[in-house]
């Protein structure tokens, strides 16, 4: 992933990106974050796509990780919309 940098050069962290993206267009940014929302709503959806991925390149315990981190990203994109 190729980092993203502010106009002084520093690297954005995810948080720091997503909150200027609202801070410069807040309406694009609510509806991306809806779209997120919405998709990750469906957790059995979410699972059924990890369970594709062959268990030769992803263990169970990595899809709960990763559906875990999924989770917790949603969430912290709903704070910062509802802030």
Known sequence: MT???????????????????KKRNPEVTKFWIGKIVNIMKD?????????????????????????????ENTERLKEIQDD
């Open 43 to 71: 957790q059995q959806k979410i699972k059924c796509i990890f369970d594709r991925v062959p268990d030769q390149i992803i263990s169970t315990v990595s899809i709960n990780f990763a559906i875990a981190m999924l989770n």
């Open 3 to 21: 980092p993203i940098h502010d106009e002084n050069g520093k690297m954005l962290s995810t948080e720091e990106l997503v909150r200027a993206c």
